[in-house]
């Protein structure tokens, strides 16, 4: 008889232990359901929290998107006219000292057993475009997103045709 009685002992013991005690409770249904909904409160709000910081990350990632875009725009135009042909001439001419050759002063390097290249009309129209460009006004990012239209001159061109 003592063998059932401590095993009696053993369940009680066994019963007793804090987890079963909890889980016995009348009230543990009720506390685990609340501990659940507050558990998912507390992550809608961490994530709220989560997307509104981000959303700020993004307005300030796009603030200096734009402002890189606009010096990126600023410096294509700076970099344009710099390399504009007749400021490269004057510059040549003003602070370098040097000349345009004449015509007969110019000569080419031709390897030997090649012939020299003949001017083709492709390489006239190309410096045709390019005297053209020379006297195109320079416009800016900010001036051709204001779409207003403007009357191009060319003064220059007046000059040459005796106007």
Known sequence: MSQPVRRFAETLRFRSSWWHRVQGHRYFPAAVAVA?????CSLHIWQ???????????????????????ATAKLN???AQLS????????ALDSLGLVPLEAHQVSMLIPAGEEPPE???LSQVLRAIDRVT????IVTASEAT????KTVRF???REEDGQ
């Open 48 to 70: 709220r929290v989560r997307v509104m910081s981000l959303v700020g990350e993004v307005a300030v990632l796009e603030e200096r998107n734009d402002e890189l875009t606009d």
């Open 134 to 137: 020379d006297h195109m006004p």
């Open 155 to 157: 003064p220059k061109a």
């Open 146 to 149: 204001a779409r207003e239209a």
């Open 119 to 121: 001017p083709d009309q």
């Open 77 to 79: 135009a700076e970099i």
């Open 84 to 91: 504009m042909a007749h400021r490269i001439e004057r510059f």
């Open 36 to 40: 659940i909904v507050l558990a998912a």
